[in-house]
């Protein structure tokens, strides 16, 4: 049993995983990334060099590395290219290739920043409140609904890039005039916390749950965390679940405020915390490897120790 990990990046401790639970079943880890310096490349079983996802030959080309080495299950860790897998989701399925992704319609709402906000509000979940139009913040700015500082961020991006703080509506219409697709959020001050979920791809129950406060963040993953458990943040979580109805791994971030939590985005993918989740024995990957075998996995949402802490640190490889 091969799988394909694309997009692979800095995610070393993740293929390491990856590999662990493979091996334990004669499987290997190929992983591939458009640059030669990605890390997580040296820590696969085997690896490619591949196009950027923007390439018109990008799909064609992880179809034939999908041939090339028999894989049985395809994934990526980078927003923008889950949009371009769930679009041949079904196309691969055919060739008996698992696509370990949501339907289009819910990545489509992930990626979409404003598209996430509308969801949440049609459905009651508490979320950031979210702008793409200048005029109805400086209404809202006007009657003391919102205040400064606020946040402008890419509609349809991921890692914390292109993120800005404005304090003032001279710089929001600057920065309105640099940017084109962008939404505005007020600056959140409570404490932010996030949910890697699992829901099994055979009888689409949440298997996992693993709730973490942040402490720290760099470039838009978390760096440090606490294991928590909270039953009115869980509740939020596995209703959101239940109404957007993903499948596969999801990460989940939340701010706590004083009127409670809120949700600020969804990322149907492993998310950058994954790594507490898995070394506190909530393990995603064997629950992929059993549903890709045709195995339903039983839920394991408490399966945990709280006051667990993760602390993410530096290495180097020469190559």
Do not use: W
Request: aromatic share 8%; charged share 30%; glycine share 6%.
């Amino acid at each position: 049993m091969n799988i394909l990990i694309c997009s692979a990046g800095r995610r070393v401790k993740l293929i390491q995983f990856f590999k662990e639970e493979l091996h334990k079943v004669g499987g290997k880890v190929i992983a591939v990334d458009c640059d030669r310096t990605a890390a997580a490349l040296y820590h696969a079983d085997l690896y490619e060099v591949v196009p950027r996802i923007d390439h018109p030959e990008y799909i064609s080309h992880i179809k034939s590395l999908c041939n090339k080495y028999k894989i049985k299950c395809v994934l990526s860790l980078i927003d923008p290219e889950l949009t371009l897998l769930a679009r041949v989701k079904d196309e691969l399925k055919k060739d008996g290739i698992v696509t370990l992704l949501s339907e289009k319609d819910v990545v489509d709402i992930c990626y979409d920043k404003y598209l996430t906000y509308k969801f949440l509000q049609k459905h009651h979940i508490p979320s950031v409140p979210t702008y793409i139009d200048i005029s109805e913040v400086i209404k809202d700015l006007n009657n003391n609904t919102i205040d400064f500082p606020l946040i402008l961020k890419p509609r349809k991006g991921s890692a914390s890039i292109g993120i800005h703080k404005v304090t003032s509506i001279k710089e929001l219409e600057e920065a309105q005039n640099r940017h084109r697709e962008f939404i505005i959020q007020p600056f959140i001050t409570g404490e932010e916390f996030g949910a890697d979920c699992y829901i099994d791809l055979l009888n689409k129950k949440t298997i996992n749950i693993f709730l973490k406060r942040k402490i720290t963040m760099r470039a838009g993953e978390t760096d440090k965390s606490i294991a928590v458990k909270d039953p009115e943040l869980k509740q939020i979580i596995e209703n959101l679940i239940r109404i957007l109805q993903p499948v596969g791994p999801i990460d989940i971030d939340c701010f706590k405020t004083e009127s409670g939590y809120v949700v600020s985005e969804i990322n149907p993918r492993f998310g950058g915390g994954y790594l507490h989740a898995h070394e506190s024995g909530q393990n995603f990957i064997k629950n992929i490897i059993e549903n890709i075998k045709g195995k339903e996995n039983a839920i394991q949402q408490n399966d945990y120790k709280v006051g667990t802490t993760m602390i993410k640190y530096d290495h180097f490889l020469v190559v």
